[in-house]
């Protein structure tokens, strides 16, 4: 008997794994971010004259909102981004900033994100594969232990041995003259002589 619906359990909860979201959450998320974008008249803040902040800030709500469930752990990474846009937006709203150099900051913070974004997801794909292989590692202990006593019903000698190969190991101590012997029930044998103030035992 192999324990396959043990083991295949055991395999199935450990891959389990939703940190990047869900694709309920990302369609929601899509949807909010059309309402900011329909309500705007553009996708990027650049290209909503007068509407840069407005846009910005209801995609910050969208995420703040569905972001959780859309991008799982990396959430904070979407939302540091769009507040960088915020900021630029509000440059642009108030003039202080041309439209070309709002569409060259924005495309810079945009690419940091996906940086960003790629590093923490390349480093969480590590740090899963080395669970997996502990997990895999220890579901193969289980099973060879399992294993182990499914066999031992089978073969009654080998239950016995196995059972008194984990028995615990009892001493006697028997005095001879001076030196004292110690006798453990595993066969093993002490002798321990005194010499001055220093015991020898072997």
């Known amino acids: 008997m192999k324990w396959p619906f043990l083991i295949a359990f055991l395999s199935l909860a450990a891959c389990a794994d939703t940190a990047e979201g869900n694709h309920q959450g990302a369609k929601q998320l899509a949807e909010a971010e059309q309402t900011c974008m329909t309500q705007a008249g553009g996708r990027e803040l650049y290209n909503v004259p007068g509407k840069s902040q407005a ?3 209801c995609k910050i709500a969208a995420v703040d909102t569905y972001g959780k469930e859309a991008y799982g752990i990396y959430q904070p990474f979407y939302q540091v981004e769009l507040r960088k846009e915020l ?11 041309t439209q070309q150099d709002a569409i060259f900051v924005t495309g810079k913070v945009q690419s940091q994100l996906y940086t960003v974004v790629s590093a923490a997801k390349y480093q969480h794909m590590r740090q899963r594969q080395a669970e997996a292989e502990a997990v895999r590692a220890k579901i193969h202990s289980i099973g060879e232990r399992l294993q182990t006593v499914a066999d ?31 006798h453990g029930s595993d066969g093993s044998s002490v002798t321990c002589t005194p010499a001055g103030i220093t015991t020898y035992c072997n």
């Open 152 to 182: 031992s019903y089978h073969d009654p000698a080998q239950a016995m041995q196995q059972s008194m190969a984990h028995a615990p190991t009892t001493y006697t101590i028997q005095k001879m003259g001076i030196s004292t012997i110690i």
């Open 87 to 97: 900021m630029i937006a509000s440059y642009l709203d108030n003039g202080k900033i």
């Open 55 to 57: 846009l910005t800030q």
